[in-house]
């Protein structure tokens, strides 16, 4: 995961998806404000594409090289898991953690714990177990014994296609266009083509869709485009004077 030159591989944010283009569907706007505000941010996918029905996991790979930088990402990797059939085993644990020991983020984004998409599902229960297990300063197995134990101290879970309230909402407005860009970025997915054409939304009806999606949950929050999220544990307010969001 280090990126070329670089001595310091710690980033702040780390979002971790099951595939090449989930991030971008579903949190991109807020890696894109985490990074106007200073912070590094870094995606981890568990798979390759392999199994998709459209596109190869080497056209996958540059594409999502593609849209990292569009993204401002420090940095972006991708592990061998099976696409299609990702398995909440301690192995893959350890391969997520030894990750997590690399880049020492404080903030991980996991995908929503219940969807349609079993590797989608199944990413979130791994993905916490893995962040549970980094911190392990026994842990071995993977080389991840030869790294600095590291527990992350937040995790938040990207919910945009769940049917849940979110806990909160980031404000995506400024980044809205770069947003739509980082995912058109897929061309071998979202540009037309007979290939899955019954299961994949028309090019034209994406921006429409993606707009739309943004909206409804800026307006939950009393701004123009939002990403949502949910937390499992209570949040702390230390001043009344400075929630966000008016009531009426």
Same mark, same amino acid.
């Given at each position: ?15 971790? /998806?099951? =595939?090449? +283009? ?6 991109? #706007?807020?890696?894109l404000?985490?990074? !106007?505000?200073?912070? *590094?941010t ?19 790979a ?42 020492r ?9 219940? /969807?349609? =998409?079993? +590797?989608?599902a199944?990413?979130?229960?791994? #993905? ?5 297990? !980094?911190g392990?300063? *026994? ?6 014994e ?40 897929y ?19 994406i ?13 939950l929050?009393?701004?123009?485009y ?6 499992r ?16």
């Open positions: 995961m280090q990126a070329p030159g670089e001595t310091d591989s710690t980033v702040d944010v780390l979002a971790i /998806a099951a =595939h090449r +283009d989930d991030v971008e569907q579903t949190c991109g #706007g807020t890696l404000r985490m990074n !106007a505000r200073g912070l *590094r870094a995606i981890l996918d568990l798979t390759q594409g392999e199994s998709g029905t459209r596109g190869s996991a080497a056209e996958r540059q594409e999502a090289a593609q849209a990292a930088r569009i993204l401002g990402v420090f940095q972006r990797g991708a592990l061998d898991l099976p696409d299609g059939a990702i398995a909440n085993s301690l192995d893959n644990r350890l391969k997520v953690a030894r990750v997590l020991r690399e880049l983020p404080r903030v991980v984004i996991l995908p929503y714990w219940e /969807a349609r =998409h079993p +590797d989608h199944i990413c979130a229960p791994l #993905g916490y177990e893995a962040c549970f297990l !980094a392990l300063a *026994r842990l071995e197995g993977q080389g991840i030869q790294l600095a134990a590291h527990r992350p101290f937040k995790i938040v879970y990207a919910s945009l296609y769940a049917d849940v309230r979110p806990s909160f909402v980031v404000d995506i407005t400024p980044f809205i266009e770069q947003r739509l860009a980082a995912l058109m970025a061309k071998s997915q979202y540009a037309n083509q007979a290939q899955g054409g019954g299961l994949f939304v028309p090019e034209e009806e921006r429409e869709r993606t707009f739309a999606e943004a909206r409804h949950y800026g307006l929050a009393g701004v123009k939002g990403e949502p999220f949910v937390q544990e209570v949040g702390l307010v230390d001043d009344l004077m400075l929630l966000p969001v008016q009531s009426i």
